[in-house]
């Protein structure tokens, strides 16, 4: 079965630093995909970023960047210079065919 | 291209009732899926969906769940006699065919159930 893990439920950032959202997953399939949604308080759920697993380069959106270590399933999320409209829930996804898997979330709040 | 859309953003029920939530794909999307979130917990996978067809539904509960994605019109999930348990908010995503890169999914913004 898959699953995914996140073992931070909350952190927090000053505004302006880097901070590292750790994700990690269980799977026997060699191809897949991972993202990471942000769910402010809105609750909509907006992608970040997405990686597919066959690609070794970490990919990078902004501010938003991954490392990707497919040897160790591990799927971490780094934010650079954050701001306050970055915080929100994070959550990891897999995917495996039909289904998404969704970690349980991280809460980060960014910090004047 | 306007997103994908979800009704009624917030529906309220007595217990016994039915509820029944709306989703309606992005334009050109052909696959439908419906996830649930409880409180303080991620996305848990129920439904997917194409039209007039379910493919999985390996997480949607045996009994009380049922949803459709008519030829014509949203996706419908339809939720019998409600409890209690099934407050929660009820997430619909859609995504373009499996020959799109990444397969990735579209969310709509959600319906919260709150049962009374």
């Known amino acids: 079965a898959q699953t995914v893990t996140q073992s931070q439920p909350e952190m927090s950032v000053q505004e302006a630093e880097t901070v590292t959202l750790s994700c990690t997953y269980d799977?026997?399939?060699?191809?897949?995909?991972l993202f990471w949604y942000k769910q402010p308080p809105s609750r909509q759920m907006i992608l970040v970023i997405r990686?597919?697993?066959?690609?070794?380069q970490n990919a990078t959106e902004n501010r938003f960047s991954v490392n990707f270590q497919k040897a160790a399933k591990s799927f971490s999320l780094k934010i650079s210079d954050s701001q306050l409209g970055d915080t929100a829930m994070y959550f990891c996804?897999?995917?495996?065919?039909?289904?998404?898997?969704f970690g349980t979330g991280t809460s980060l709040t960014v910090i004047p | 291209n306007a997103g994908v859309m979800q009704n009624p953003r917030h529906l309220v029920r007595r217990r016994g009732q039915e509820a029944r939530l709306r989703c309606s794909p992005m334009k050109g999307h052909s696959h439908v899926y419906w996830y649930r979130q409880l409180p303080e917990e991620g996305l848990k996978f129920m439904v997917y969906l194409q039209k007039e067809n379910i493919i999985d539904e390996s997480g949607m509960p045996k009994e009380r769940f049922s949803a459709e994605f008519p030829k014509e019109g949203p996706s419908i999930l339809r939720i019998q006699q409600v409890v209690r348990g099934d407050s929660a908010a009820y997430f619909c995503?859609?995504?373009?065919?499996?020959?799109?890169?990444?397969?990735?999914?579209?969310f709509g913004p959600g319906t919260r159930l709150t049962v009374l």
């Open positions: 996804a897999f995917r495996d065919g039909n289904q998404f898997y």
């Open positions: 995503a859609s995504s373009p065919p499996r020959a799109v890169p990444y397969n990735e999914q579209f």
């Open positions: 799977t026997s399939e060699n191809n897949y995909y």
């Open positions: 990686q597919e697993a066959y690609k070794q």
